[in-house]
């Protein structure tokens, strides 16, 4: 499958928003998990928000606290960052995989592997 294509980042100052998208025209089977990972230097790369295909349910993780938006059409997932923090710059990956025996979208998206480019957010202190 071709990889996820990610675009939308950019240098924001603290408290501003983004809009990312990533094309995932490859992944459109109603038992796929879609969902945002984030990597900053020296840290392992970590998944914090999900949809599922099936039935629209989302989930974030602890740190978002509201301040994240995951959507998606057919063809493309988006998510919506408001109230940007320093803490947030990272690059910005997205991912499929179906959900199958996994109980959550976290530890079935947790099994991905095949990387797009990314793409940079930085907030400005």
């Known amino acids: 499958q071709a990889r996820p294509v990610e675009s939308g980042g950019g240098s924001v100052p603290t408290g501003g928003s983004l809009r990312l998208s990533c094309d995932v025209s490859?992944?459109?089977?109603?038992?796929?998990?879609r969902g945002w990972f984030r990597q900053s230097p020296g840290k392992e790369r970590e998944g914090f928000a999900e949809v599922y295909l099936r039935d629209g349910t989302t989930s974030y993780a602890d740190f978002v606290q509201g301040r994240f938006t995951i959507s998606q059409d057919e063809n493309t997932l988006f998510l919506q960052l408001n109230n940007l923090k320093p803490e947030d710059s990272a690059a910005y990956y997205c991912g499929a995989a179906f959900k199958g025996v996994w109980g959550t979208c976290r530890a079935a998206l947790a099994t991905f592997r095949n990387w797009g480019q990314g793409t940079q957010v930085t907030v400005l202190s």
């Open positions: 490859e992944y459109t089977r109603s038992d796929y998990c």
